[in-house]
């Protein structure tokens, strides 16, 4: 038994496809088809393509591999320039460069700036390993990578791919421009689930350009992909054997599948893009490739001249591998068959699942967990960020935790409490904990999971705030309970029992916002003192917040307001709080923060 609604296979022997075809439903509760001609996405094996495109360029003279990345940038550097001073563009592409992301607020950028903001933010990071030395899985390394193919090509990375590599390859169906993906047969993929999944619709405005050579953007089908792996087994003008030999070497060792994971125990090794090992005496050439609701697998057994890719509309690298057969069991078969080999179990875990226990949650306890949990810091740029958390009682008494980000349910599952302070997940996916920060009465303050902190919603009867919602239901927040409010068909207007600080909002539907716009439309003011003050970008609540403060004086007295701006797929959302100059920091805590922290569109 297994819970993926839909995948395509293509299998590739020397010169010809062999095999090509699609398994089950594009989306889960729908009739359509998975095809071979049905677009997902790939997550990282994108690596392969960024690998091969610096290759392109190292054919023609524009690169070498062993020259350091500024010698291409010369502006890049991480906090310890002279570390980052090391890193070659070979180190990029063999995750050997040390590089990582920074902690920041994913910018959900679809423009070509999107990854130079991002390389030119690795100047906060420290690097902690002597780059060359030792294997650590990097995307912000091939992130950079990409950069340089855009500096030294002269065009942009996405448009330089189409050029050097899908169009000469027919690949008309595998695209990384956004603008695509609503005329494609797409399909968006699915979230995990109890004993099933959660169909993932598009969210638009969670998309990002900045980790489009890491694996953000990049969309194929098994026709295509056929095409691909055709290239990668034979002769041509596209990909030749010195690129080959170049993507495929050994360059560094790190540990493989365990005998207790249902390997053999032996070391895997990297080459540029690919990552290279020997599965029951033959040297595999393999990449995946996670978006956390699809995923792909490619593996090449160039001594049997085979290969096969398998694209899936859940992410199976995360699945629970105790329960079901995991992406490398399932495709290692598809090649053993392909070569008349009888089918194996490799990659099927020996060891059980350490998480298994006998505690049981006390039932008077139960409600303690019980309620709202709003997102408070963490997360990840891909599934994890903005959401929610909901903890409520099933029907036979358990509880289920359920993660979502507006209407989006992204996770849900069945907490199997260890002890009072953690629970483990039990759904489709692979177990992960969830922990609870309490009081010495028991009582729940904050939640931990996935690298996530939620924090408690106190109940409204009990609360300092009120709930509000605009006129036409669109986005709901909380404001002091004795602020006065006033709703008109798109605005908001709130000010506190004393007149002291006024709220003042809008939804903007299709039109573009300006800061300083704004500013002298409601102040009705040309002049003012800090004019040039800086637009912040911070995450809080469930949104990216755009932030602007201004001070001007208004007769006598200095007044300070802050201008906060978010956005979705559908419309622009902002807020303007002003107060005296004095007072300012003040409403900002008992009322700007709260509210974007509890900031939700219906």
Not at 370 to 395: H, R
């Amino acid at each position: 038994m297994h819970i993926i609604p839909g995948f395509s296979v293509v299998v590739i022997k020397a010169n010809k496809v062999i095999f090509s075809k699609g398994y089950g439903v594009a989306m889960l509760g729908a009739n359509n088809p998975f095809t071979t001609a049905t677009v997902s996405a790939v997550g990282s094996l994108t690596k392969s393509f960024t690998a091969l495109a610096v290759m392109k360029l190292v054919e023609k003279g524009k690169l070498d591999l062993n020259a350091p990345v500024i010698k291409y940038l010369p502006w890049f550097h991480t906090a310890n320039k002279e570390q980052s001073d090391k890193i070659t563009i070979k180190m990029l592409l063999d995750n050997t460069s040390g590089l990582y992301a920074p902690n920041t607020t994913p910018a959900y950028d679809l423009s070509e700036a999107a990854i130079e903001t991002f390389v030119k933010n690795l100047s906060a990071i420290y690097l902690y390993k002597e780059p060359g030395n030792s294997y650590e899985y990097s995307n912000a390394g091939f992130i950079v990578a990409g950069l340089v193919i855009s500096k030294v090509s002269g065009i942009s990375y996405v448009s330089f791919l189409e050029m050097e590599i899908f169009n000469p390859l027919g690949m008309m169906h595998t695209t990384m421009n956004p603008e695509d993906l609503g005329i494609m047969n797409i399909a968006p993929g699915h979230y995990p689930s109890i004993k099933s999944v959660i169909f993932a619709k598009r969210e638009r405005e969670f998309e990002t350009g900045e980790y489009i050579a890491a694996g953000s953007l990049l969309h194929s089908n098994a026709d295509d992909m056929g095409k691909y792996l055709l290239a990668l087994m034979n002769k041509n003008d596209v990909i030749n054997s010195f690129a080959k030999q170049a993507l495929w070497t050994s360059y560094i060792n790190f540990t493989g599948l365990s005998k207790g994971d249902g390997g053999d125990g032996n070391t895997y090794s990297y080459g540029l893009g690919w990552m290279i090992s020997n599965i029951e005496g033959r040297k595999i050439i393999h990449h995946g490739g996670s978006t956390g609701k699809t995923s792909s697998f490619t593996m090449i057994d160039t001594a049997n001249k085979l290969a096969a890719t398998i694209l899936m509309n859940v992410d199976m690298t995360f699945i629970d591998k105790y329960t079901y057969p995991t992406e490398i069991t399932i495709l290692n078969n598809v090649l053993r068959l392909a070569a008349n080999l009888p089918i194996s179990e490799f990659g099927k875990p020996t060891a059980i699942d350490p998480t298994l226990n006998n505690y049981d949650l006390k039932e008077g306890n139960k409600s303690n967990y019980l309620g709202e949990y709003n997102f408070s810091k963490g997360g990840d740029a891909w599934v994890y960020f903005g959401v929610d958390l909901k903890i409520q009682k099933t029907a036979e008494g358990q509880l289920e935790g359920i993660i979502y980000r507006g209407t989006q349910l992204v996770n849900r599952f069945i907490l199997d409490f260890v002890n009072e302070s953690a629970a483990v997940s039990r759904n489709v996916d692979m177990p992960a904990y969830l922990k609870f920060r309490l009081t010495p009465g028991g009582e729940v303050r904050t939640a931990y999971f996935n690298n996530i902190e939620f924090s408690k919603k106190e109940k409204q009867s009990s609360s300092l705030f009120r709930e509000v919602k605009d006129v036409y239901g669109l986005v709901s927040f909380s404001i002091p309970q004795k602020w006065k409010c006033k709703f008109s068909s798109t605005d908001i207007s709130a000010r506190d029992e004393k007149n002291r600080a006024v709220l003042t909002g809008a939804v903007l539907s299709n039109e573009k916002f300006s800061f300083d716009s704004l500013f002298k439309s409601a102040c009705g003011l040309s002049a003012f003192v800090n004019a040039k003050s800086k637009i912040l970008s911070e995450n809080i609540g469930a949104f990216i917040w755009q932030q602007k403060t201004y001070i001007f004086k208004n007769g006598n007295e200095t007044l300070q307001c802050v201008i906060l701006f978010t956005k979705n797929a559908s419309n622009g959302y902002w807020f303007m709080l002003t107060s005296s100059k004095a007072e300012f920091t003040g409403y900002i805590q008992k009322v700007v923060n709260p509210l974007l922290i509890s900031f939700r569109v219906q």
